[in-house]
C-alpha cells in the first residue's frame, strides 16, 4: 500500500500553450517525462513567464495551473 505522502498527483498545466496532465514534480522532472535531454544546448524554459535557469531546473517545483514554455531548437524546413 502506498502511503499518502508517496503518491503523485496529476498536475493540469499549460505546455505551449496547450493543456497538458503531468506527474513530474520539477521542470527536469517535466522534460525527462516528454523525452527531452535537459543536458542539450539551446533549450530555454519560462514558468508563468519567467525564464528559469537552467541550473534551476531540478529545484524549480511545477504547480497546478502553471504555463510553461519549453523552447527547443530543431532541424527542419
Given at each position: ?26 521542470i527536469a522532472a517535466l ?10 544546448p539551446g533549450i530555454a ?33
Amino acid at each position: 500500500m502506498v502511503a499518502m505522502s508517496d503518491a503523485k498527483t496529476l498536475l493540469s498545466i499549460r505546455l505551449n500553450g496547450k493543456p497538458y496532465g503531468t506527474m513530474a514534480g520539477s521542470i527536469a522532472a517535466l522534460l525527462a517525462e516528454r523525452g527531452i535531454d535537459s543536458s542539450r544546448p539551446g533549450i530555454a524554459v519560462a514558468v508563468n513567464q519567467k525564464v528559469v535557469k537552467r541550473g534551476d531546473w531540478a529545484a524549480t517545483p511545477i504547480s497546478a495551473s502553471d504555463d510553461i514554455e519549453i523552447v527547443q531548437p530543431f532541424q527542419g524546413g
